[in-house]
C-alpha cells in the first residue's frame, strides 16, 4: 500500500514541487531546511528552528510538547528520538501541511540528527481527519515514513551505479531520461526472464538441459542459479495469450547472440588514417 511521498528538502523546499503532489492526491512527509523563512509577526516564530525553540522541554520525564518515539534500524538497534507538532506560518498541526520536529535533543536541537518535516497527512482526532482521504498518521509513523528515505536513497545509488544510470555523459535532460529509461527496461527485460519459470509443455532435454545448469553451492542467500545460454534464435516458450509472440522471450536470446560474436575492429580515426599512409 503506497503510503506517501518521503523527499529531502531540496524538494520540501519547492512550493512548486508540494503545490504539484496536493493536485494529484499524494500525500507527502518531505524536510525543510532549518531556515526556512516564513512572514512572521513581532515575535512569532519565522523559521522551523525558532518554532522548535518555542516548545516546552524540561527532560525526558517533563518533554512539554514532546512525545518519545522509538526508532528501528535495520540491524535491530532502536534509538529514542522526540517529536512534536509545531507552528509556523500556515504551517499548523490542524492546517493543510502540518510542521513536524524530530530530534535527539530537544534541549539543543542538534543539527545532524534534527528533522523538520512538512506532511498533509492529518493529525489522529484533528479537525481534517473526518474529511481526508487519507488515513491520520501520528507523529510516530510521520518520523517512520521520513526515515524510510535514506534507504530508499542508498539503494537508488546503489542501483544507479549497477546499471549504469550515470554514464550519460553530457547531454540534455531529455536524453538523460530516455537514456535511464532503456537502462530501466533493459533491466526489467533480463530480470522477468531470469525469474520466468519454462512453460511445462516444454521438451525433457530442456529441463535436463536446465538441471545441468544449476549448481549449488552454499551462501546466504541459497545455492546459486546460473541459466544455460540459448542456442537458437527463436524465442522459446508459447506465447501467454493470443496475439504477437511474448516480447520477454525474445532478450536473452539476442543478448546471447550478441556475447558470442567477436568483438569488431575499431575503426580508425582520420589522423590515425593519415598517419599509416604510406610516403608517395
Known sequence: MFRAV?????????????????????PFVVAVKPSHGSWAYGKDAYTPVHAARALAW?????????TAVERTFRGGRT?????????????GPDGNVRLVVATTDPATLPSQST????????RPEGPRTADSPEPPADLAEVVRIYGLRHWIEQSYKQVKDELGWADF??????????????VTCAFSFCWDT??????????????????????????????????????????????RRPGLTRPLDHPPTLLASMDQRAATTRTPSPDQ???????T
Do not use: M
Not at 529514542?80 to 504551517?91: Q, V
Not at 555523459?169 to 532503456?182: E, F, P
Not at 588514417?273 to 610516403?279: E, L, V
Open 169 to 182: 555523459q553530457v547531454r540534455s535532460d531529455t536524453a538523460i531520461r530516455r537514456h535511464q529509461t532503456l
Open 79 to 91: 534509538e529514542t528520538w522526540w517529536a512534536a507538532e509545531a507552528s509556523l506560518g500556515f504551517f
Open 273 to 279: 588514417r593519415c598517419r599509416r599512409r604510406p610516403p
Open 6 to 26: 518521503a523527499a529531502d528538502c531540496g524538494y520540501g523546499d519547492q512550493s512548486s514541487f508540494l503545490r504539484d503532489l496536493g493536485e494529484a492526491g499524494l
Open 194 to 239: 531470469w525469474f520466468t519459470r519454462p512453460p511445462h509443455d516444454e521438451p525433457a532435454a530442456d529441463h535436463a538441459e536446465e538441471s545441468a545448469a544449476t549448481v549449488a553451492k552454499p551462501g546466504e542467500r541459497g545455492p546459486e542459479r546460473t541459466p544455460s545460454a540459448p542456442s537458437g534464435q527463436l524465442a522459446p516458450g508459447n506465447s
Open 58 to 66: 524540561t527532560d525526558s520525564e517533563n518533554p512539554g510538547d514532546w
Open 115 to 122: 528533522w523538520y518535516l512538512a506532511t498533509d497527512l492529518p
